[in-house]
């Protein structure tokens, strides 16, 4: 993906490393109980990359909003902070999709306020408690911020088998997603709806949000179809399928429950994924209304 003619977002900053004190409960200590048991940890890392924890960090499923720590005193921002080439590279995503749901928002008469990138190493507070680099990128409601230590990137490609920069901008763009339904109100909605609901009723409107969020990402990734080059496309798609929930389930535990899926299948990532890129308007993204 080539995206040299965007200059790095200023929307991002760096944490530095290990990130402190910090309020909140242990995010580490509680994916396994929103996993699901048996699931192990083979998984955590990946999963957490389309956004696991976004459900538990607005309270959708054990309520983490509230009391994390803010930035450390430390931190630096600005574009100066894209200064490596992982780095460089996210920023310039960040700001492709700033301009790109600026325009968006301005057609429907809204304006778009961006959401932070916080870099970080080994472990960061966010507005949503403390979190290791373990369990991958993530967004942040309460604070509006993406943290992202990019040596996921390398796991990413080694790991799971999703290689490119394009499957490393789909993961930015998948947390934008999720900011986008904080904008909208949607993810709000779910959480209060799944406070009524029961485990496996809450874990089936998780689908649907991480579902629109992909679509989200491929919408932003038709908008900016000019910049993608040979193969990127495809990179997006192997991405997706290696985070299915049946998928990883099946790596990590020899067996899938579709009950305990948070994220959808690799069928429905992809699908949900191909359908943003073909069509370019989030209003095909309404993962809420009918079968998915």
């Given at each position: 993906m ?16 290990g990130?402190g ?9 509680l ?8 699931m ?8 957490v990359?389309v956004?696991?924890i ?10 983490l909003?509230?009391g ?8 630096t921002?600005?574009a100066?902070?894209c200064?490596?080439?992982a780095r460089?590279?996210s920023?310039?995503?960040?700001a492709?999709?700033?301009q790109?749901?600026?325009k ?20 960061a ?10 369990v991958?990128?993530?967004y ?9 230590d ?7 490609a ?6 490119g920069d ?15 339904q904080?904008?909208t109100?949607q993810?709000?909605?779910?959480t209060?709806q799944q406070?009524?609901?029961?485990k496996?009723?809450g ?11 992909d679509?989200?990402?491929?919408v ?15 990179e997006?798609l192997t991405?997706?399928?290696?985070i299915?929930?049946d998928?990883?389930?099946?790596k990590?535990q ?11 299948s ?5 699908a949900w994924?191909?359908?943003g ?6 209003a095909?993204c309404d993962?809420?209304?009918?079968a998915?």
């Amino acid at each position: 993906m080539r995206l040299d003619d965007f200059d790095p977002s200023d929307n991002v900053r760096d944490l530095g490393s290990g990130g402190g004190g910090g309020g909140g409960f242990g995010l580490l200590g509680l994916l396994p109980l929103l996993m699901g048991r048996g699931m192990g940890c083979g998984g955590i890392g990946l999963l957490v990359v389309v956004g696991l924890i976004y459900v538990a960090m607005s309270g959708g499923l054990g309520g983490l909003t509230g009391g994390g720590s803010q930035a450390p005193s430390g931190a630096t921002s600005g574009a100066a902070v894209c200064n490596t080439e992982a780095r460089m590279f996210s920023c310039r995503v960040l700001a492709s999709t700033e301009q790109t749901w600026e325009k968006l928002f301005a057609a429907q008469g809204s304006t778009y306020r961006p959401a932070t990138l916080n870099f970080y190493r080994g472990g960061a507070n966010s507005g949503c408690g403390q979190a290791s680099s373990a369990v991958g990128p993530f967004y942040c409601p309460s604070d509006q911020g993406i943290y992202l230590d990019t040596s996921f990137f390398d796991e990413l490609a080694q790991r799971y088998g999703a290689a490119g920069d394009f499957a490393q901008a789909y993961v930015i763009a998948h947390e934008v997603g999720h900011h986008i339904q904080n904008l909208t109100g949607q993810a709000g909605e779910v959480t209060r709806q799944q406070q009524s609901l029961g485990k496996t009723q809450g874990n089936q409107l998780s689908v649907r949000l991480e579902l629109q969020a992909d679509c989200y990402a491929g919408v932003w990734a038709a908008q900016n179809r000019q910049y993608l080059e040979a193969g990127d496309i495809q990179e997006g798609l192997t991405a997706a399928n290696a985070i299915g929930d049946d998928t990883l389930q099946r790596k990590s535990q020899g067996q899938v429950a579709p009950d305990s899926f948070t994220h959808g299948s690799s069928a429905q990532r992809k699908a949900w994924l191909q359908r943003g890129l073909d069509s370019g308007d989030p209003a095909i993204c309404d993962t809420f209304s009918g079968a998915i």
